[in-house]
T-cell receptor, first 114, second 111 residues
Framework: KAGVTQTPRYLIKTRGQQVTLSCSPI?????VSWYQQTPGQGLQFLFE???????NKGNFPGRFSGRQFSNSRSEMNVSTLELGDSALYLC?????????????FGEGSRLTVL | QKEVEQDPGPLSVPEGAIVSLNCTYS??????FMWYRQYSRKGPELLMY????GNKEDGRFTAQVDKSSKYISLFIRDSQPSDSATYLC???????????FGAGTRLFVKA
């Protein structure tokens, strides 16, 4: 069974640009969560989707947005990039309607903003 | 104050030692308690999962949850160099749809 796939794995952008990251969950998993990981702040929750609906959102500015498609694949977008957005962006999927914290993570997309 | 507190370490131990990793939390609504392990340049992987209070053992790993003290622990027996990684505690409440992670403790096991 294939794991969670995130693309691209690495990318470099400049301030003011926008970026879209993609996540394909494990087959059959309908919940997708996104996290930002930095050395100083650790893993910070961005948002969670189930059946194309955002069920929860973290404390990030509106420049961070996401969506989920009918096949459970998800994308997140960051507009007007800032230097502080440099981070590892992790996607995680889980199987059911109830979130119990059992998350299956991808290897992440490492974003560098110059 | 963060909802979940975890000492970032680093923690360095000799091979074969018993390792104790801990987290405290403030939200009494948390019901699900997890430990994830993250190797360098990889995503976290679920190591242990516990619902509510009590102990759970899996091979060399034991997870303990004390809800009265809002304190969770992970013990690693007979630690191996391959256990060197960052260990993250995580928690979730019923209907929360949001898993909260600790800062992670970096562990080094020296051969």
């Amino acid at each position: 069974k294939a794991g969670v796939t995130q693309t691209p794995r690495y990318l470099i952008k400049t301030r003011g640009q926008q970026v879209t990251l993609s996540c394909s969950p494990i087959s059959g998993h309908r919940s997708v969560s996104w996290y930002q990981q930095t050395p100083g702040q650790g893993l910070q929750f961005l948002f969670e989707y189930f059946s194309e609906t955002q069920r929860n959102k973290g404390n990030f500015p509106g420049r961070f947005s996401g969506r989920q498609f009918s096949n459970s694949r998800s994308e997140m977008n960051v507009s007007t990039l800032e230097l502080g957005d440099s981070a590892l962006y992790l996607c995680a999927s889980s199987p059911g309607r109830r979130n119990t914290g059992e998350l299956f993570f991808g290897e992440g997309s490492r974003l560098t903003v110059l | 104050q963060k909802e979940v507190e975890q000492d970032p370490g680093p923690l360095s131990v000799p091979e074969g030692a018993i390792v104790s990793l801990n987290c405290t939390y403030s939200n009494s609504a948390f019901q699900y308690f997890m430990w994830y392990r993250q190797y360098s340049r990889k995503g976290p992987e679920l190591l242990m999962y516990t619902y509510s209070s009590g102990n759970k053992e899996d091979g060399r790993f034991t997870a303990q949850v004390d809800k009265s003290s809002k304190y969770i622990s992970l013990f690693i027996r007979d630690s191996q160099p391959s256990d060197s990684a960052t260990y993250l505690c995580a928690m979730e409440r019923n209907g929360g749809f949001k898993t909260i992670f600790g800062a992670g403790t970096r562990l080094f096991v020296k051969a």
